[in-house]
């Protein structure tokens, strides 16, 4: 984990780079999809909801009065989002236009001024940070 400072600039020049975009949507996709059948169940997308630490805040929820239970309903209500065509599994289609929503949705979200967050690595916004800074180091 980390402390990073990003701003809707960052995840939005991130998403607008397709490619690093969808070679990392495609690389944590084969890492969540643990029995390799090319579909993520509940169970194997709970493991990336669970890192998406933002959402406990984006929802509103005060985690501390009953954290699992609240948690729970907010992740099955977000698998079902991931879910487009409702089958019961979230294909790299479903994961890769969700996340790209989710992220847009965050970055309007921040605007303009930068936010401080603590991220995990194989985060979607700590791969955004590294994006941007590599794109700044090559620029200079
Ligand atoms: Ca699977
Ligand atoms: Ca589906």
């Known amino acids: 984990m980390s402390v990073?400072?990003?701003d809707g600039a960052t995840i939005v020049s991130f998403l607008e780079d397709k490619e690093a975009f969808n070679v990392s949507i495609q690389n944590r996709f084969a890492h969540l999809d643990s029995d390799h059948d090319g579909?993520?169940?509940?169970?194997?997308l709970l493991k990336e909801l669970q890192s998406l630490r933002v959402?406990?805040?984006h929802f509103g929820i005060d985690v501390k009065t009953d954290p699992n239970e609240l948690l729970a309903h907010v992740y099955e209500s977000l698998f079902v989002q991931f879910?487009?065509?409702?089958n019961g599994t979230v294909d790299l289609e479903e994961f890769k236009s969700k996340t790209k929503r989710m992220m847009l949705a965050m970055a309007n979200g921040m605007g303009f001024l930068p936010v401080q967050m603590v991220l995990e690595e194989d985060n979607f916004?700590?791969?955004?940070v590294e994006h941007e800074s590599a794109k700044l180091a090559g620029a200079a």
Do not use: G, R
């Open 55 to 57: 959402f406990e805040t």
């Open 125 to 128: 916004l700590k791969i955004a």
């Open 4 to 6: 990073e400072v990003l």
């Open 39 to 44: 579909l993520l169940s509940y169970a194997e």
């Open 83 to 86: 879910d487009h065509d409702s």
